[in-house]
């Protein structure tokens, strides 16, 4: 059913990455009757391929070509080779995401307005607002199925979400319940009930949770009007002396390259990728890459304020069973400056199983401090920190250039150093986790280090002005007119929410642009 | 267990007499380690048992945990007995030992308190040596399936319809 389109067809709309931004772009597109080739440099895997096995599972979807670290940040140092944790496949990220999925708090589209300046933060408005995102945010919600808005009801509560509660309400907390999740409560959009199998992570097995990769995907190819072409490895966006883009160069899994033409194109390749292909498609009319004369593109990294607190109680709580993510405490999202910090942070169940606790819990350590902590596995709860993290220039992804991939470009450098304020906030975050296990009779907390990032976040940043920023109000790159970025490399500043409600919403909304515009011959 | 490292069901007499050496746990043969009380025993081939048996005890040390036997240390580092990587384990396990014996100890398997071992194991954290085993480990040991469920660890859930019929949610002491 799949539209095969030839190499040649200077009319489709070349999407590069098919996750949270790019597989939802794509649908939408091809809903519209536009005509669309996406490539993708993953497989195709699907809810029979997928393993419950965190390590196996791991080597079957992530991404794991070359990439290098630096900064203060404490991945760089835990796994200085592995900036990001992101998946290569058919639908992105989509297919490891937890699901959680929250709107923007007002203010949060405006911090440089509500947090002021804050010195060696790179703060700035978005050019849109709450009130313009909302219609876009309840057709994310939607589509995702996502519990607790709709009429769609929440999840119950597993093991480790009720103590996660008790501890919540012993410290006051009201806004406690168990998430607004893109995971089914009940049968929904020809998907499953979840049935609590609790490898959330590793690709659900009954379709319970939203993925692009057996929604949006399938869906645009029946329309036949998408293409997606897999194991299809983008290198270069090339261009036209007017400063147009033209088409994209692209390996294929046997690593021969082809030329796909293209009227428009758009990059959702996730934070690291996206701004790597615009450096690396530099030319002599754009030395310092495309879309880049603000000299913004790969800057204002951002990887959310992010770290756990698993606890030890005298009794077995069992977390691994059940939804891997579905529990939140929102009380400490607002905006409260008299905590030390500006922006807000969100609490959320977390269960790693054994083998990624071994890794995780405290990278590095050994000795029975480490060993005893993982003697109590079974009695162990435990929660994520989620908050927001402050844009700063000098946190960027960069070419590195003793560094090269598999097709012998740069491999990206991510560079980060916290930000007081994210420091400031993760003390806060881990003193209230702490307390909040502690009032459940934990015997002992653990403040677990960050992960390598899960939500990469700002490296192509919305703006106003175009010397501010990569992009516009729509997405659309300032420089080139037939050059947009769908995905969270877009975000102007990172919300204390889980990103992808946000980059699902923009991908319709970006969408409904294109195809008018389309049909208006503007583009 | 594989060929080269199976319960065997010898029994201890038998171990015993092809036994050079025997360490608390351990006893160690001419081409072969084994557990005392005879329900394991694995054969090397380019280290020698002797530092084979050492690799197992520093694997403990590393990452104790009571109840786990050392018949699972003894599979999470088996693979280094291998002709690639014999001469750097070796090599490590000589100075382990040195340390040991700097400190007054016949050697490290020799070293009584697992208070005194993990004082050498400190000493020598930043090597390569300590790091490549300890980071190896991280997956060796608690990636084993069979290790699992002494953490209580169920594993795969997705073959027995998940959890939701079978207690996801059956906490009581909350
Ligand atoms: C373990 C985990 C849990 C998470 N949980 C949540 C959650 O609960 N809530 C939430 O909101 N978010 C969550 N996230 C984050 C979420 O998955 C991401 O925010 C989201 O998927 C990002 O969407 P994206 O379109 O930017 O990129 P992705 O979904 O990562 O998609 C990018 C795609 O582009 C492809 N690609 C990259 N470069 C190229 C190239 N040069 N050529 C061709 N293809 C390319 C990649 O292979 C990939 O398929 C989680 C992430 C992880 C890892
Ligand atoms: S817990 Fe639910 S959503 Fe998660 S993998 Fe299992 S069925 Fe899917």
């Known amino acids: ?523 | 267990m594989t060929k080269t490292m199976e319960r065997r069901g010898m029994t201890r007499r038998e171990l015993l007499t092809r036994s050079a050496a025997v360490t608390a746990a351990l006893m160690i043969g001419p081409n072969l380690v084994a557990g005392v009380s005879g329900a394991w025993a694995m054969e090397v081939s380019h280290v020698s048992p002797q530092t084979m048996a050492t690799l197992i005890q520093m694997a403990r040390d590393i990452y104790p945990h009571d109840h786990v036997a050392d018949d699972y240390y003894a599979v999470a580092v088996k693979s280094y007995d291998n002709a690639d990587q014999a001469a750097m384990i070796e090599e490590g396990i000589a100075s382990l030992n040195s340390a040991a014996q700097g400190l007054g100890h016949g050697s490290y398997l020799d070293t009584g308190w697992e208070r005194d071992r993990v004082d050498i194991l400190r000493a020598m954290e930043a090597s390569p040596f300590f790091q490549t085993i300890r980071g190896g480990l991280v997956t060796s040991l608690y990636n084993q399936k069979a290790v699992w469920p002494l953490f209580g660890y169920e594993g795969e859930s997705y073959s027995k319809g998940g959890y939701i019929d079978r207690g996801f949610d059956d906490i009581n002491w909350i």
């Not at chain 1, 009319?11 to 669309?36: D, F, H, M, R, Y």
């Not at chain 1, 406690?176 to 089914?184: P, Q």
């Not at chain 1, 405290?362 to 844009?391: H, Q």
């Not at chain 1, 960069?398 to 012998?408: F, R």
Request: charged fraction near 20%; hydrophobic fraction near 35%; proline fraction near 4%.
């Open chain 1, 1 to 523: 059913m799949a539209a095969p389109f030839d190499l040649n067809d200077d009319t489709v709309v070349v999407v590069i990455g098919t996750g949270a931004g790019g597989g939802v772009l794509s649908n939408e597109l091809a809903q519209k009757g536009v005509s669309v080739v996406a490539l993708e440099a993953g497989g195709r895997y699907l809810p029979d391929d997928y393993i419950n096995d965190e390590w196996e599972s791991f080597g079957q979807l992530a991404w794991l070509d070359k990439r290098t670290t630096s900064g203060d940040w404490r991945v760089a140092k835990d796994f200085s080779g592995l900036p990001a944790w992101i998946v290569k496949a058919v639908g992105g990220t989509t297919t490891h995401w937890a699901g959680a999925s929250l709107r923007f708090q007002a203010h949060e589209f405006k911090t440089k307005t509500t947090y002021g300046d804050v010195q060696g933060a790179n703060l700035l408005d978005w050019p849109i607002d709450l009130a313009e995102m909302e219609p876009w945010y309840e057709k994310a919600e939607t589509k995702l199925g996502v519990t607790r808005t709709g009429d769609r009801a929440g999840l119950p509560g597993n093991n480790n979400y009720k103590v996660f509660e008790a501890g919540a309400k012993a410290l006051g907390y009201e806004q406690v319940h168990t998430g607004r999740m893109a995971i089914n409560s009940g049968d929904y959009d020809d998907r499953l009930a979840c049935q609590q199998t609790g490898f959330c992570f590793q690709g659900c097995k009954w379709g319970a949770k939203w993925s692009a990769a057996y929604t949006d995907i399938p869906r645009g190819e029946a329309t036949g009007n998408l293409e997606v072409r897999e194991h299809a490895h983008v290198l270069k966006i090339e261009h036209d002396a007017s400063g147009k883009v033209t088409g994209v160069l692209y390996a294929d899994k046997d690593g021969n390259q082809h030329l796909q033409k293209a009227r428009v194109v758009c990059v959702a390749g996730n934070s690291i990728e996206s701004p790597r292909l615009l450096l690396n498609s530099a030319s002599a009319m754009f030395p310092d890459g495309l879309a880049n004369s603000s000299g913004q593109v790969g800057r204002n990294y951002m990887r959310h304020m992010t770290g756990s607190v698993y606890a030890v109680f005298d009794k077995p709580v069992r977390m691994w069973r059940g939804t891997t993510m579905a529990g939140i405490v929102q009380d400490e999202a607002k905006y409260d400056p008299s905590r030390g910090f500006v922006g807000g942070y969100e609490l959320e169940t977390l269960a790693l199983g054994l083998p990624f606790m071994a890794a995780f819990l405290d990278p590095g350590g050994w000795g029975r401090e480490f060993t005893t902590a993982l003697d109590s596995y079974e009695n162990m709860a435990g929660l994520w920190i989620v908050g927001e993290d402050m844009p700063q220039e000098t946190n960027r992804i960069t070419l590195n250039h003793d560094a090269k991939d598999q097709y012998g470009l740069p491999a990206p450098n991510v560079h980060f150093d916290d930000h007081p304020n994210d420091i400031a906030m993760r003390k806060h975050a881990y003193e209230r986790g702490m307390a909040l296990y502690d009032a459940v009779g934990a015997t002992r907390t653990f403040p677990t280090p960050p992960y390598p990032s899960t939500h990469n976040l700002g490296t192509n940043r919305m703006s106003e002005k175009a010397r501010d920023g990569v992009v516009n109000r729509w997405g659309q790159t300032h420089d080139v007119a037939n050059l947009f970025v769908s995905d969270g490399s877009q975000f102007t500043t990172g919300a204390a929410e889980n990103p992808t409600l946000t980059i699902v919403a923009l991908a319709i909304r970006q969408a409904d642009r294109i195809a008018s515009e389309l049909s208006k011959g503007n583009l």
